[in-house]
Each structure stands twice: as structure tokens, then as C-alpha cells.
Nanobody, 126 residues
């Protein structure tokens, strides 16, 4: 089992920045990719971006590319989501997730992730 705990959510004005963190514990050696997803009220959960634990390769959704950055700290088993130039449409609950299958096209699908955190709320005011 892998346990994931997100932190860093909160209220921020449009144009501001936030950093979310995801701390992983348990059988973390079994995970190969970490994803950040978000779900706004009334909408489906969508991928924000993902990072490979081993190579550091990253993938970003078009809506956040150039504004959000994912980084990892392997020593601390932590993945961070740095969010800049936030917009009201970025308001959502943000989740981190762990995938044990490796890095590939499947990382864009929430169904491919094995473990999930409980989420942290990000609210961007206009």
C-alpha cells in the first residue's frame, strides 16, 4: 500500500501562486509515476500533470502548461505542484495519485492510478 497526503491548498487571488505538496509513504518503491488531478464542482476529474519518479519526465495538460510545474524530491518521497498565474477556473480540489505501471501514455487517465490522496482545496478568487 502507498499512502498519499496532500497539503498546501487555500484561497488565493487571481494571478497569485500556490505550492501543493504530496507526501508519499508505504511501499513507495512500487510507484513509477505521480500524477496531479483536479476536480471542480460539477465537473469530471482531470489530469493536471504527472512526473516520473525515476526519470523526472513530466507531462502537463494544455490548460496549465507554462503556468504549473511539477517537481519531485526522491529523498523525501514528496512531489510538489507549483502553480503560478492562477485563474478562477483553476478552482478545484486537487489530488495526487500514484501509478505503479511505469511512464507511458496511460498516465493521462485517472483510471490507471492505483493510489489516491484525499485532496486539498484550491480556491482562486477573481
Amino acid at each position: 500500500q502507498v499512502q498519499l497526503v496532500e497539503s498546501g491548498g487555500g484561497l488565493v487571488q487571481a494571478g497569485g501562486s500556490l505550492r501543493l505538496s504530496c507526501a508519499a509513504s508505504g511501499r513507495t518503491f512500487s510507484t513509477h509515476a505521480m500524477g496531479w488531478f483536479r476536480q471542480a464542482p460539477g465537473k469530471e476529474r482531470e489530469l493536471v500533470g504527472a512526473i516520473s519518479w525515476t526519470t523526472g519526465n513530466t507531462y502537463y495538460a494544455g490548460s496549465v502548461k507554462g503556468r504549473f510545474t511539477i517537481s519531485r524530491d526522491s529523498a523525501k518521497n514528496t512531489v510538489n505542484l507549483h502553480m503560478n498565474s492562477l485563474k478562477p477556473e483553476d478552482t478545484a480540489v486537487y489530488y495526487c495519485a500514484a501509478d505503479s505501471r511505469g511512464w507511458g501514455p496511460h498516465i493521462v487517465s485517472s483510471y490507471e492510478y492505483d493510489y489516491w490522496g484525499k485532496g486539498t482545496l484550491v480556491t482562486v478568487s477573481s
